[in-house]
């Protein structure tokens, strides 16, 4: 008999029962909760008369809706305010652990959970949110669930799951200078595609995602949604524990030998049988810029927007504003955004501040913006001073949250508007209606913003 | 949840690839604490040529006419048909809740994203997964045939058009019988509580770290 797959291991040690249909039940550790897709799920639990099964299992954060500036004076749309409101009310009546918008913890519900040891190796993991796949990079099953399933979990501790399958992506090699996680990930999705993870519980090995930092693979692990993967894994290693090692949820003193001694087992047989392999050569690839509507659509930064002959990104082309042909360091841009759950994160932060440090923001940047995943990140930052180059550079420096990733509060992009975001999404009016959108890493946003259109941050004086 | 009945239902052609959650229903919609009232602002970039808000009253903004869905042909259709990885990116519920309230049954795609398809069945939608040749096929005669139908049967898996020429479709055991009987799953999952009981101890004693917050 082969092996296990990471995947199969954490599979198997939360399975509670095989149902007779085919289906099974799954055990779950842990479940975040956030604002937007939680209300619907603690109504139905009260029209149902049902209680939580365990309530120390659930942590909740509000991050989609809140303001990313002057927040003393609270929320001012009453649609997000209320939307907030609710969620304090619920985990106030249910007695949850939340970290409400005062909390000097507070922050993108997959930034605090790792930040916080409240998302640990081996757990099962799941939010409302597509991206909790990010929690993945601990070594943690973790994948993003509909309001449905969380009143599922709410109520039962449990899923009604089928089995994935299992893919490797073995990123072979070692990345070239300055390139990052996030052209790595964009780079494969450009590879893959967008569905090419469909169906599929992705790992990611190699020498390459061994080099990375934690911070390096949750970004991995965050955007494996938009390879079509709900779950991206990555073993347990030093790295891991090392970053888990003191995080205030995280266990100590005996529980931390006895959990660690387990944690090292979190990884792939080696005569784990995948259901599909892919190699990559980390060694290929370039900062990666997206061009179109859809995260595969991306090159490199010294490429261009590909020529075909069907017409198949017209739409996405006219929507962009751009013709084939062009050259991305060509693309003029309004706006820059840093921040979001796949690059709001201390080691984001500090490599963009390196980029800008001593610079200014081009003057056709009407705003350039970086917004901390978390409270403890904007701490962290702050010590190091990198609050002040973003600020001398012409920067604004924002509280935590969402903001402009999705633009569900009052940080958007105007009709027609630009931006080099660090985010993970560039679907139309993603960032406000009309808005266009390129996903690129941190040192690319800080360059773009200093350049005013893109450059190859990893050449010498970023020259064209 | 309602049981899923054998329907004949005006079909839709929505030629597109990609089709994200966002667009299906753009976040400002999610600010909702609501399961309900969404359909007016299904697809609304597409639909709508102004900026739609939340709690606005949709029926006189101006329409985009352009945009397959207010096309007099398709009014009151209630089969979706579209291009691979329709429901991509987001998790919201929302998107099904939207396209249910609006009164669509049945999507047919050439494939589905994983939570989005996995969120259709919670609410009473059937997706259905057809081959690029088929939905070509079926695509062509949508637009050639005003008023074209498709009866959806899930007991037979089969869809049958107006001139009576039917297409079978794939879809699993568990997933058939939970859309026709209705089952709520929740309900269900609870009466195995016990199980459950006797595996988290177990859980908890191979894993004394866990359950802290
Ligand atoms: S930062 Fe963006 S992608 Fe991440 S949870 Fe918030 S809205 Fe979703």
Known sequence: ?464 | MEKFQTFTGIVAPLDRANIDTDAIIPKQFLKSIHRTGFGPNLFDEWRYLDHGEPGQDCTNRPLNQNFVLNQDRYKNSSVLLTRENFGCGSSREHAPWALADYGFKAIISESFADIFYNNCFKNGILPITLSTEKIQHLIEKTESNIGFSLKVDLENQTLTDSFGNMTFFEIESFRKDALLNGLEEIGLTLSHAEEIKIFETSHLQKHPWLFRT
């Open chain 1, 1 to 464: 008999m082969s092996g296990k797959t990471l995947y199969d291991k954490l599979w198997d040690s939360h399975l509670v029962r095989e149902n007779e249909e085919g289906t099974s039940l799954l055990y779950i550790d842990r479940q975040l909760i956030h604002e937007v897709t939680s209300p619907q799920a603690f109504e139905g639990m009260r029209l149902a008369n049902r209680s939580l099964w365990r309530t120390e299992a659930n942590v909740a954060v509000p991050d989609h809706n809140i303001p990313t500036k002057d927040r003393d004076k609270g929320i001012e749309d009453p649609f997000s305010k209320l939307q907030v409101d609710t969620l304090d009310e619920n985990c106030d009546s249910f007695q949850i652990k939340e970290f409400k918008m005062s909390d000097p913890n507070q922050g993108i519900v997959h930034v605090i959970g790792p930040e916080q040891g409240l998302t640990l190796p081996g757990m099962t993991i799941v939010c409302g949110d597509s991206h909790t796949s990010t929690h993945g990079a601990l070594g943690a099953l973790a994948f993003g669930i509909g309001t449905s399933e969380v009143e599922h979990v709410l109520s039962t501790q449990c899923l009604i799951q089928q089995k994935s399958k299992n893919m490797l992506i073995k990123m072979n090699g070692e990345l070239k200078q300055g390139i990052t996680a996030k052209d790595l990930i964009l780079f494969i999705i450009g590879k893959i595609g967008t569905a090419g993870g469909t169906g599929y519980a992705i790992e990611f090995g190699g020498d390459a995602i061994k080099a990375l930092s934690m911070e390096g693979r949750m970004t991995v692990c965050n955007m494996t949604i938009e390879a079509g993967a709900r779950a991206g894994l990555i073993a347990v290693d030093q790295t891991t524990l090392d970053y888990v090692n003191g995080k205030p949820f995280a266990p100590k003193g005996e529980l931390w030998d006895q959990a660690s001694e387990y944690w090292k087992t979190l990884q792939s047989d080696q005569d784990a049988v995948f259901d599909k392999t892919i190699e990559i050569d980390a060694g290929d690839i370039n900062p990666m810029v997206t061009w179109g509507t859809s995260p595969e659509m991306v090159t490199d930064v010294d490429g261009m927007i590909p020529f075909t002959t069907n017409g198949k990104f017209q739409p996405a082309l006219d929507y962009m504003g751009l013709a084939q042909g062009t050259a991305i360091k060509n693309i003029d841009l309004d706006k820059i955004f840093i921040g979001s759950c796949t690059n709001s994160r201390i080691e984001d932060l500090r490599e963009a501040a390196k980029v800008v440090d001593g610079k200014k923001v081009s003057d056709s940047i009407k705003l350039a913006m970086v917004v901390p995943g978390s409270g403890p990140v904007k701490a962290q930052a702050e010590q190091e001073g990198l609050d002040k180059i973003f600020l001398d550079a012409g920067f604004e420096w924002r509280e935590p949250g969402c903001s402009m990733c999705l633009a569900m509060n009052a940080d958007r992009l105007e009709s027609g508007e630009r931006c080099a975001s660090t985010s993970n999404r560039n679907f139309e009016g993603r960032q406000g209606q009309g808005g266009r959108t390129h996903l690129v890493s941190p040192a690319m946003a800080a360059a773009a913003a200093i350049k005013g259109h893109f450059v190859n941050v990893t050449t010498v004086g970023w020259e064209n």
